[in-house]
């Protein structure tokens, strides 16, 4: 299944036990926050959070409730790509982006009404979505991943300009959008 190589990709990616003082996300364990682990039951001490717990957080937060399931049964790439970004960024900024991209995609309208940039994935988003990837034919899901890394790439560099101790994870954050 999809999903199974994706969590494991990520958890591979995340490692065990990160506690670095320039992450404002505090103490994690496979990826998952501290904060993200004690909203979803977790009491423990984050060194022993179970990788079973990350795997369902994963699959629930990041997959299924923001229904990339359902864009994955379209465009398998993207909802990867898609998935990856709501890892870390959030689904609702992932799904922005998407939206946004659908939008400037659709050539004034003319292929399809734009969406609300909302962050979610409903009825209108995932017709936009098989309107674009039919109109744009052989090629159209890559055009639309790169814009969906596009965009993540731009708000990286924005956060380290923001703040200069995320400079500390620039270079880490852009490394594994490359491939």
Known sequence: MMIDDLIDGVID?????????????????????????????????????????????YRQLYWSRPGLDRVADRAPALAAELFDTGVNMGPAVATGFFQRALNALNRGGRDYPDVVPDGRIGARTLAALDAFLATRGAGAETVLVKAVEALQGERYLSLAEQRPANEAFLYGWLAQRIG
């Open 13 to 57: 990616r995340e490692g065990g036990y990160i506690h670095h003082p320039a992450d404002r996300g505090g103490a994690t364990r496979f990826g998952i926050t501290e904060a993200v682990a004690r909203a979803n039951g977790y009491t423990g001490d984050m060194r022993h959070f179970a990788r079973p717990a990350a795997v369902a957080i």
